[in-house]
């Protein structure tokens, strides 16, 4: 979905501000994993028709994640054992927010990763420095969840 609201530049001429919005879908087979969500961030971008402006990617759960990486096994891999280090799934009886659920260190892990990004869209591509790309982590998966995609430019 594609709005346009009206600004002034400072010449006093009219320009057009675009604002697109769309929710990806996910559902993850594993509790835990890491899916690069760069393919479907640059479509949205396409789709927009933004030249210049920033992309915002957030996730809408508190126990998923949106952080920038590189996409190299083997980093994931490091994540999944430091995030397990930090925050381990078990015990369930450790965590005080587990009266009934068994998700609190999906929380933490969430916390440590982060809950959205934000790339400068610069002739309609993102503006990545090197190996830079986008990743949805999920930490309490195996149900459907989503991310927002939120671009505002021109």
Request: proline share 3%; glycine share 8%; hydrophobic share 35%.
């Amino acid at each position: 979905m594609v709005f346009f609201d009206e600004k002034q530049t400072a010449a006093g001429k009219r320009q057009l501000m675009k604002s697109y919005r769309k929710e990806l879908w996910f559902n993850t087979r594993n509790r835990r994993e890491f899916i690069n969500i760069t393919p479907e961030v640059e479509a949205c971008l396409k789709e927009s028709g933004i030249k210049e402006g920033f992309v915002l990617c957030n996730a809408m759960h508190i126990t998923a994640s949106v952080f920038i990486n590189d996409d190299e096994s083997g980093l994931h891999q490091d994540f999944e054992t430091w995030l397990e280090r930090l925050a381990p799934e078990r015990p369930y009886s450790q965590y005080r927010h587990n009266n009934g659920e068994d998700n609190a260190d999906a929380h933490l892990k969430r916390t440590i990763m982060g809950r959205e990004v934000v790339v400068a869209v610069t002739d309609g591509k993102l503006d990545f420095g090197p190996w830079e790309q986008i990743f949805y982590g999920e930490f309490d998966g195996r149900r459907k969840k989503r991310v927002l995609v939120k671009i505002i430019g021109e």
